[in-house]
T-cell receptor, first 116, second 113 residues
């Protein structure tokens, strides 16, 4: 059974550019969550999607956006990149609905974004 | 809102020694608690979870954690450390109120030969 696949694994952008990251969840998983991981802030929740609807959103500026497609694949976009956006972006999928706190998240390996 | 505090950003133990990683949580409702491990250049992998069944939870790779409501703690232990246990460990909390999983800052475990 394939795991959570994130592409690209590594990318370098310059300030002001935009970036799109992709996440393919485990087959059958309908919930996808995104987290930003940095050395200083740790893991911070970005957003969660279920059945193509955003169910939760973290405390990030509007430059961060996402969407989910009918096949549960998800993308996140960051516009007008800033140096502080350099991070590992982790996607996770789960089988249950967002209202179940017992959901186990299965993480991808992440997309490491460097902004110069 | 729930939160997690992991005491010690870095813990170093000798091979064969006891591993103890501390986690305290804050939650207004009975929580679900998790420990995840992250190896270099990888995503997070679930070690174990507590969902209000037995208070002592056994996970993979010989790890276990005990839920102590009176102390609001969920410490992770392993009797004997292996070199392969060197990684970063994250404690996380959730509840049933349609809120996302909240992670602690993580504890990096080093194992010395």
């Amino acid at each position: 059974k394939a795991g959570v696949t994130q592409t690209p694994r590594y990318l370098i952008k310059t300030r002001g550019q935009q970036v799109t990251l992709s996440c393919s969840p485990i087959s059958g998983h309908r919930s996808v969550s995104w987290y930003q991981q940095t050395p200083g802030q740790g893991l911070q929740f970005l957003f969660e999607y279920f059945s193509e609807t955003q169910r939760n959103k973290g405390n990030f500026p509007g430059r961060f956006s996402g969407r989910q497609f009918s096949n549960s694949r998800s993308e996140m976009n960051v516009s007008t990149l800033e140096l502080g956006d350099s991070a590992l972006y982790l996607c996770a999928s789960s089988l249950g609905t967002p209202s179940s706190g017992a959901n186990v998240l299965t993480f991808g390996a992440g997309s490491r974004l460097t902004v110069l | 809102a729930q939160s997690v505090t992991q005491l010690g950003s870095h813990v170093s133990v000798s091979e064969g020694a006891l591993v103890l990683l501390r986690c305290n949580y804050s939650s207004s409702v009975p929580p679900y608690l998790f420990w995840y491990v992250q190896y270099p250049n990888q995503g997070l992998q679930l070690l174990l979870k507590y969902t209000s069944a037995a208070t002592l939870v056994k996970g993979i790779n010989g790890f276990e954690a005990e839920f102590k409501k009176s102390e609001t703690s969920f410490h992770l232990t392993k009797p004997s450390a292996h070199m392969s246990d060197a990684a970063e460990y994250f404690c996380a909390v959730s509840n049933s109120g349609n809120t996302p999983l909240v992670f602690g800052k993580g504890t990096r475990l080093s194992v010395i030969a």
